[in-house]
């Protein structure tokens, strides 16, 4: 059996993608396309071992990484920093949507059989993986995980995610970029190899951009069919008011997922956390929630709102101050900390 130090360093030599435990469904993220690219086996590659408790639990730690417990780049290669760990895990990317710029990279981490790992982590990235690398970049564990009273039957079973990796990477050129996660347990550091694709722009509406004028969803345009505005078990209520009648005269969290359909398993609990963040903001934030595809069924297609915003995967979430301009974008899996960063964002 090949050692874990030795797959760790096979992996970056070929610049494998390992695909694991959470992310937006789409095609690849391993491509230069420019396309939204996420990947699709998301939380659905752990379905089979979903009650599988999480190889290492140490979720308080890993939401405040201490960067001066990683080593230091210091002009050395991704290579020879994944020869610093002493085991190997599976990145499940969960963003694909990489343009010139300082942006957003979620992730999570699992072990070879499926169970998800929380501890202190770092991502290192650079062009090559013999290329001197840039890092560490600390990603904190966003918790995802919300009180009994806003938690979706899609979401009440054992062994699900509880919280997602996220950092900020400077990705200045298009191109292919490699990146390694560094995660420091009590047996050392354990590694994972991934690949983000940057390309030169995106149709998808960013930061500090007007968003689509569009018309979602509500009671009235589903002629009161209330399984066409949600798949959420039990149904939410984020649909009283289309977004076109709202943009540009309060600030709205637009959150476009299908807790039901999601391939990425994570929009039930994001859409859970909506649900819990309402009932604190709701006074200050008009929540929407639009559903992927049309008459709630794939083989229709997605629905015009996606299409508008030019999306092809699911869950994203757009906050949207009371100018009009959207104030954060967040792409696939996300966490309590960033959704509330984000409301807060679009009050400023």
């Given amino acids: 059996m090949r050692r874990p130090k030795a797959r760790i360093l096979a992996l970056l030599a070929g610049g494998a993608l390992a695909a694991a435990g959470c992310g937006s469904s789409s095609p690849s993220s391993s491509t230069a396309s420019g396309s939204t690219t996420s990947t699709k086996t998301a939380v659905a590659a752990t379905s089979s071992t979903a009650t599988t408790p999480p190889a290492l639990d140490e979720l308080a730690a890993a939401e405040t990484p201490d960067p001066t417990r990683f080593p230091r780049a210091q002009g050395r290669t991704?290579?020879?920093?994944?020869?610093?760990?002493?085991?190997?895990?599976?990145?499940?990317a969960a963003t694909g949507t990489f343009t010139p710029g300082t942006r957003r990279l979620a992730f999570g981490l699992?072990?070879?059989?499926?169970?998800?790992?929380?501890?202190?982590?770092?991502?290192?990235?650079?062009?090559?993986p013999t290329a001197p690398a840039q890092g560490p970049f600390v990603a904190p564990a966003d918790p995802?995980?919300?009180?009994?009273?806003?938690?979706?039957?899609?979401?009440?079973?054992?062994?699900?995610?509880?919280?997602?990796?996220?950092?900020?990477?400077?990705?200045?050129?298009?191109?292919?970029?490699?990146?390694?996660?560094?995660?420091?347990?009590?047996?050392?550091?354990?590694?994972?190899?991934?690949?983000?694709?940057?390309?030169?722009?995106?149709?998808?509406?960013?930061?500090?951009?007007?968003?689509?004028?569009?018309?979602?969803?509500?009671?009235?345009?589903?002629?009161?069919?209330?399984?066409l505005l949600t798949t959420r078990l039990p149904p939410e209520?984020?649909?009283?008011?289309?977004?076109?009648?709202?943009?540009?005269t309060r600030p709205v969290a637009l959150l476009f997922?299908?807790?039901?359909?999601?391939?990425?398993?994570?929009?039930?609990?994001?859409?859970?956390?909506?649900?819990?963040?309402?009932?604190?903001?709701?006074?200050?934030?008009?929540?929407?929630?639009?559903?992927?595809?049309?008459?709630?069924?794939?083989?229709?297609?997605?629905r015009p709102q996606l299409k508008a915003f030019h999306l092809e995967t699911e869950p994203w979430l757009f906050t949207i101050n009371r100018r009009g301009v959207?104030?954060?974008?967040?792409?696939?899996?996300?966490?309590?900390?960033?959704?509330?960063?984000?409301?807060?964002?679009?009050?400023r």
């Avoid at 991934?194 to 149709?203: C, H, K, L, R, T």
């Avoid at 039901?260 to 929407?288: K, M, N, Y």
Wanted: with cysteine.
């Fill in 257 to 302: 997922s299908t807790p039901q359909l999601c391939i990425s398993r994570v929009c039930g609990p994001v859409t859970d956390i909506a649900v819990a963040l309402q009932h604190w903001f709701e006074q200050r934030v008009t929540f929407i929630h639009e559903e992927v595809y049309v008459d709630n069924q794939p083989s229709k297609g997605l």
């Fill in 144 to 227: 995802m995980g919300v009180a009994p009273q806003y938690r979706s039957k899609q979401n009440s079973g054992p062994g699900g995610i509880k919280a997602i990796y996220h950092t900020q990477i400077s990705v200045k050129q298009t191109g292919t970029y490699t990146i390694l996660s560094l995660t420091r347990t009590p047996s050392g550091l354990v590694g994972a190899p991934g690949e983000v694709a940057v390309a030169a722009s995106s149709p998808i509406p960013d930061v500090g951009q007007r968003p689509p004028d569009i018309a979602t969803d509500t009671a009235a345009t589903v002629h009161g069919d209330a399984a």
């Fill in 78 to 92: 991704l290579e020879q920093l994944g020869a610093l760990a002493k085991a190997s895990a599976q990145l499940g």
């Fill in 110 to 128: 699992t072990t070879a059989a499926g169970a998800f790992i929380y501890a202190p982590t770092a991502i290192y990235i650079a062009r090559t």
């Fill in 326 to 347: 959207i104030a954060a974008r967040l792409e696939g899996a996300f966490g309590v900390n960033e959704f509330t960063q984000a409301l807060q964002a679009a009050l």
């Fill in 237 to 248: 209520h984020m649909q009283s008011v289309s977004f076109a009648r709202v943009l540009g």
